[in-house]
């Protein structure tokens, strides 16, 4: 599934929209409401947030928007009390999964009937037809190169399997340009968990066992990961197990990489004029995630931002609150931000910063997982996967280790008995 | 005083501290026992941008159903102090049946994470403390020997890492151990190894941690055993240079044991602070080779989406319990003091 044909989808759908905004008047809810906004800290979640309170804050009681990269961290204690202190969270794929377990968030089937006319519906996160998000960008990892490091190892294509990354990066160390021509995100913690279930899904891996909270990591599919995991980190920075995104871009921006798994988000700060040289920004290239065999499915994790409204909030206010923000998702707010993400809205002009996110979903990466007992099993792999990484144990060690960890977790959250 | 008198004299201070720190600690052991309800999952469909899935959801009636008719959770009594992640017998148990050699053994039990934390947190705390007491001691011999016009600027400067918050002073370190960085580079200029790395060695990375942790709270000990060198008597040190005692003679016999009340307060404090080493390795992403009991409920609490109450507080008791162990033998030498200074 392409970015185009999602967008397409988009423009079918505000073409057969009501008349409501073919007359291009932003409708907001019901006036002298209080509208709250609880989001992270990124460009284009302020773009639509921001958008959202130029349409409708003249008409609401109240309008605040508090972006925060703890967002995540507060928003169940936020959302719990009755009223809660946010009427909407923009979440993510794995941070709906966190809300909805609490049951914090409403379905908005009724909302989206009455202001969503422009939202097409392949934007609407439904679960069981209950819809509980409106996704506006996407997000993935995916593999960036630079072609003139690999055209002086001599190799004049960008790599599409994992085999390929590794012979280019082998090609890059023995011509002695570079001795660590990899980057990834692999800090100890969620980034390493992350990067373990980029090249676990790739190699066909499953969680758990299918409508369970079972463990099934501890598989073919999870030892055949690892082993790709160790072999791209032989060619990544010692330092490897601290760097998250921020260090793995400084890396890819001061030229210090050639190969890099990172997040498409970073593809337009990469590419931008500022923090590197022009010699970075114009050989890097923006391709899917690597694959396990040619043509196979990309090791990555597929990811939307989407805004959700609250559960404990009377329905004025979640009226309110929804209105404003479905008015944001314009084609003229796309097109004032648009380099700001992979945008599924009408109007998005992919540009080389998002060629990679549109590959990596065209090649038909697996979105993250949307189960209610990810996040322990991420949490467990990030803390127990870096002994096989430092070579202390084997790889089914590890995996076992994950396992039982998970295990323990899960008891007590009441996932497993 | 009057045993009525010394009552309303401490019971300001008594209610205050089971307010905020007995009923807290109860709370938390209380929490301690309990674990989650069962989550009842149900097959659902999930839609969005990227197509349809077959997944599981929670069945929130269900599961609010059993919320309510027991709010604080499932009782599991002990077993989350015995858990895998936590004292773990039955992991040691199997360990200790299947395994040939005693190095065999520890290598299983290190693998385990609260014994893991526990190796990190107790030798971090046996080298900072004793190191701590000793440089603090000798830099305040040395400022107190200094000509007044220097003291104040060197006590200044001495109590700077003091000042620095850990966190961001841990990460200032982290970043100029950094192999780009000021110390990262000249260390491999030293050893001419371009790829010696601080952070990518469990060794490297532990000694590093230590040498924060002893640059961070020397301040403490030094000006604590500053304010002491002050009330050294006099008289008594001129009575010793009379006797014909060297400088160095006249600091072990007179100063150090004058000084002792204030190494064993400063022992105390210092064991207790070094026992919840956190930030430090929080900044400098050591994670991989170094963790803490601290950071373990960091852990528990933050990052896995649904915060594990019960584990955290089982962790928690657990570095109290760890703290009361290593304080008592220096309680039982104040108390004895006490007595022998009473009668």
């Not at chain 1, 992350?194 to 899904?201: D, G, K, M, R």
């Not at chain 1, 084609?331 to 109007?347: F, I, S, T």
């Not at chain 2, 014994?115 to 040395?142: D, E, K, S």
Request: hydrophobic share 50%; aromatic share 10%; glycine share 8%.
């Amino acid at each position: 599934m392409n970015i185009k044909y999602l967008m397409m989808v988009g423009a079918m759908s505000t073409l057969m929209g009501t008349a409501a905004f073919a007359a291009g008047h932003a409708a907001c809810g019901p006036d002298g409401q209080s509208i709250r906004i609880l989001a992270s800290d990124f460009p284009a979640i302020h773009a639509v947030a921001g958008t959202a309170e130029e349409n409708c804050a003249s008409g609401a009681s109240e309008f605040t928007r508090n972006h925060t990269t703890e967002a995540r961290q507060i928003m169940n204690a936020a959302l719990t009390p009755n009223p809660a202190e946010y009427t909407s969270v923009i979440v993510a794929n794995s941070t709906l999964t966190q809300l909805m377990n609490d049951g914090l968030v409403r379905p908005l089937n009724d909302l989206v009937d009455k202001y969503g006319a422009n939202i097409p519906d392949n934007l609407k996160i439904s679960i069981d037809g209950n819809v509980m998000a409106i996704a506006f960008m996407a997000n993935s990892q995916h593999l960036f190169s630079r072609t003139d490091i690999l055209a002086k190892a001599g190799i004049d294509s960008v790599p599409g399997t994992y085999d390929e990354v590794l012979a280019a990066a082998k090609a890059i160390r023995e011509a002695g340009i570079m001795e660590y021509p990899i980057v990834m995100n692999m800090k100890t913690g969620w980034n390493v968990g992350e990067s373990f279930n980029l090249v676990f899904l790739a190699h066909g891996g499953e969680f758990f066992k299918p409508g369970t909270a079972e463990p099934t990591i501890n598989s073919e599919a999870g030892v055949a990961a690892l082993n790709t995991l160790k072999a791209l980190v032989e060619y990544a920075h010692p330092d490897h197990l601290t760097q998250a995104s921020n260090e793995t871009q400084g890396l890819w921006e001061a030229g210090e990489a050639a190969l890099g798994i990172m997040w498409g988000s970073r593809g337009a700060p990469i590419l931008d004029d500022e923090g590197s040289t022009e010699e970075v920004t114009s050989n890097t290239v923006l391709s899917a995630a690597p694959s396990v065999e040619p043509g196979g499915v990309p090791g990555a994790t597929l990811w939307w931002d989407g805004f959700t409204i609250s559960t404990n909030v009377s329905d004025a206010e979640a009226e309110a609150t929804f209105a404003a923000l479905a008015s944001a998702l314009t084609p003229e707010m796309v097109a004032a931000n648009n380099d700001d993400a992979v945008w599924l809205l009408e109007g998005f002009k992919p540009g080389a910063a998002a060629a990679g996110v549109s590959a990596t979903a065209q090649g038909g990466a697996a979105p993250y997982p949307m189960l209610p007992q990810i996040g322990l099993m991420h949490n467990a792999l990030g803390a127990e996967l870096t002994d096989f990484l430092q070579g202390n144990e084997s790889a089914e060690k590890a995996l076992a280790d994950a396992e039982a960890a998970y295990v323990t977790a899960a008891k007590e959250a009441g996932f497993l008995k | 005083m009057k045993h009525r008198t010394f009552f309303w004299f401490i019971l300001p201070t008594l209610s205050a501290m089971i307010l905020f720190i007995a009923l807290p600690i109860v709370s938390v052991f209380v929490q301690s026992l309990f674990v989650g309800h069962e989550q009842v999952l149900v097959v659902s469909e999930s839609c969005g941008p990227f197509g349809c899935k077959e997944s599981t959801k929670i069945d929130l009636e269900a599961t609010e159903k059993l919320r309510e008719e027991a709010p604080l959770g499932k009782f599991n009594g002990a077993g989350t102090y015995l858990n895998r992640s936590h004292l773990a017998f039955a992991e040691i148990g199997v360990a200790w049946a299947e395994t040939e050699t005693w190095g065999e053994f520890w290598s299983v039990v290190g693998d385990l994470p609260f014994y893991r934390a526990l190796a990190f947190t107790l030798t971090y705390t046996a080298v900072v403390t004793p190191l701590v007491i000793l440089l603090g001691l000798a830099i305040a011999l040395g400022v107190n020997a200094l000509p007044k016009l220097f003291k104040g600027p060197s006590i200044f400067i001495s109590l700077l890492p003091f000042l620095v918050t850990p966190l961001v002073g841990s990460l200032i370190l982290f970043w100029m151990v950094d192999s780009d960085g000021v110390i990262g580079a000249t260390i491999q200029l030293i050893f001419d190894d371009p790829n010696l790395s601080l952070k990518a060695s469990a060794a490297l990375t532990w000694t590093m941690l230590i040498v924060y942790g002893v640059w961070h709270t020397l301040p403490f000990s030094f000006i604590t055993f500053y304010a002491g060198l002050q009330t050294v008597p006099d008289d008594i040190l001129e009575a010793a240079k009379v006797d014909g005692a060297s400088k160095w003679e006249s600091t072990l016999h007179v100063v150090v044991p004058h000084l002792m009340p204030l190494v064993s307060f400063v022992t105390l404090m210092l064991l207790m602070d070094n026992f919840r080493v956190f930030e430090p390795i929080v900044s400098f992403s050591a994670e991989a080779h170094a963790r803490s009991l601290s950071w373990i409920i960091y852990n528990d609490l933050r990052e896995s989406g649904n915060p594990l109450y019960g584990s955290a507080g089982a962790t928690s008791m657990l570095t109290i319990i760890g703290v009361v162990i290593l304080l008592t033998p220096v309680l039982i030498r104040t108390w004895r003091d006490f007595n022998r200074k009473a009668h």
